[in-house]
């Protein structure tokens, strides 16, 4: 008759634990999505004012403009037109933006002086 009583004991025991871990991982959860969200919004405001991180994010290999080699931030382009032809189509890379200009000049950009320029700064 005791282990009855015993079984009840541990039984109750369990479901309080149960209950309290529960709500202190659901606790964890909304703190850490409420961190997630600030973040978040800190991250699009610094970018909005210019003064977010120009570092390249993780996982994601630095691109580069294949006519004047200078390295493509995240937000950056090529100017390119695509062709028919024959026998397959054809790309044509007009540049980016430190190279080119929509109005079909070049631009006179020095990849070289411009990379001094950020190791000094």
Not at 42 to 64: A, C, D, I, M, Y
């Amino acid at each position: 008759m005791e282990w009855i009583a015993i079984f009840l004991g541990v039984l109750i025991a369990l479901a309080v634990y149960t209950q309290v871990i529960s709500r202190f991982n659901d606790a964890t959860d909304k703190i850490n999505k409420a961190r997630i969200i600030t973040d978040a919004e800190e991250q699009k405001e610094k970018e909005q004012e210019g003064t977010g991180s120009t570092e390249p994010v993780e996982g994601l290999k630095p691109r580069f403009c294949p006519l004047c080699k200078s390295e493509l931030k995240k937000h950056d382009s090529i100017y390119a037109e695509f062709y028919d032809a024959e026998p397959r189509p054809k790309v044509i890379i007009h540049g980016c933006r430190y190279c080119y200009m929509p109005s079909g000049q070049k631009t006179n950009f020095d990849i070289d002086k411009t990379k001094k320029g950020v190791e000094n700064a």
